[in-house]
């Protein structure tokens, strides 16, 4: 019978251990996991701030102020008054087609 008690006062133990030993195990991961979260929040502020960041640069850099002044840096000037012609409707077509399938076509009629 003294055995009996012993034993089961061993088995008590261990498992209040184990339970201890869980406990601390998870509220440890728990700890971990929240400075992970922590970091991974200040990662996403730096990031949309650096998102509006290039936002803004992708304006500034699109404002006809800044492509004039680019162009003149690179030598571009406006084009004289009669230089640019302007083409109205779609592109004429030719019937006959350049390809190897054309010429073969154009032999066929000539013959």
Same mark, same amino acid.
């Given at each position: 019978? #003294? =055995? %009996?008690?012993?034993?089961?006062? $061993?088995?008590?133990?261990?498992?209040?251990?184990?339970?201890?030993? &869980?406990?601390?195990?998870e509220?440890?991961?728990?700890?971990?996991?929240?400075?992970?979260?922590?970091?991974?929040?200040?990662?996403?502020?730096?990031?949309?701030?650096?998102?509006?960041? #290039? =936002? %803004?640069?992708i304006?500034?850099? $699109?404002?006809?102020?800044?492509?004039?002044?680019?162009?003149?840096? &690179?030598?571009?000037?406006?084009?004289?008054?009669?230089?640019?012609?302007?083409?109205?409707?779609?592109?004429?077509?030719?019937?006959?087609?350049?390809?190897?399938?054309?010429?073969?076509?154009?032999?066929?009629?000539?013959?």
């Open positions: 019978m #003294l =055995k %009996k008690t012993r034993n089961l006062r $061993l088995a008590a133990l261990i498992g209040i251990c184990a339970v201890f030993f &869980l406990f601390a195990w509220n440890v991961q728990a700890v971990r996991l929240g400075y992970t979260i922590e970091k991974l929040r200040r990662e996403i502020k730096d990031l949309e701030s650096a998102n509006t960041y #290039l =936002k %803004k640069e304006q500034t850099s $699109l404002s006809p102020e800044k492509l004039e002044t680019e162009a003149a840096k &690179l030598g571009m000037v406006y084009p004289e008054p009669g230089a640019v012609v302007l083409l109205d409707g779609a592109p004429a077509v030719k019937k006959e087609g350049r390809g190897w399938l054309a010429k073969l076509f154009r032999i066929n009629k000539a013959s």
